[in-house]
Structures are given as C-alpha cells and as structure tokens.
C-alpha cells in the first residue's frame, strides 16, 4: 500500500483545511487507516482513526468537535476535515495505513506528510 496525503496549507486561525489521503495498492477491509501530527520538536500524535468500513471512528480529544475523519472506498481515499482551526494545529500531517487504532505502532504504512499552518 502506497499512501500520497495532499491538502495542507496555510489558514488563518478559525479556518478551514480538509486533507486526503489516495491510498494505491493492496488495502484489506479489515484494517483502518489513522491521521497523526507532527509539530516542530515534538512527537508524533495522534488525531483521528476510522476502520475500513466506517463503522468506527476515533478522535484525539483536541480535535473532537473540530475534525471529521472519513472515507470513500471506491476512490480508496480517506478525508480529514478540519474547521476552527488553531495555531497549535500546525504541525505535519501524515496518513497512516494498518491496524485500527490511536497509537502510531499500530500502522505499518506511511504518507510522506503534509504541511498544515494555522496564523494567528
């Protein structure tokens, strides 16, 4: 599985972003795929979860209320849509590919990032 993230940018604080996620090659239903964070200096987080077939969702409690993780599996695409956006929500963002779930050790497959700025 090959993941290419696309849709970052640069937003005013309580703007709006929705990245996506083109998922190419072999994916199997019974796995999900994960959207974790990046900013300078710090870890890799967590920020939302669905499985394959949408019937379960996870959010980190930052971003609940705020982001919206979906789907399409005839594009093979997963969406992040994110609205009132905040200065700390800038960070990388990256797509993950595996088994469903918050921690990043979960996902064997990544996207190479994609850059998301919030100005205050």
């Known amino acids: 599985v090959q993941l290419v993230e696309s849709g970052g940018g640069l937003v005013q604080t309580g703007g709006s972003l929705r990245l996506s996620c083109a998922a190419s090659?072999?994916?199997?239903?019974?796995?999900?795929f994960g959207w974790f964070r990046q900013a300078l200096g710090k870890e890799r987080d967590f920020v939302a979860a669905?499985?394959?077939?949408?019937?379960?969702?996870n959010y980190a409690d930052s971003v609940k209320g705020r982001f919206t993780i979906s789907r399409d599996n005839a594009k093979n695409t997963v969406y992040l849509q994110m609205n009132s956006l905040k200065p700390e929500d800038t960070a990388i963002y990256y797509c993950?590919?595996?088994?469903?779930?918050?921690?990043?050790?979960?996902?064997?497959?990544w996207g190479q990032g994609t850059q998301v700025t919030v100005s205050s």
């Open positions: 993950a590919f595996g088994n469903y779930g918050s921690s990043r050790y979960n996902y064997g497959t």
């Open positions: 090659g072999r994916t199997v239903s019974n796995y999900g």
């Open positions: 669905i499985t394959w077939s949408g019937s379960s969702r």
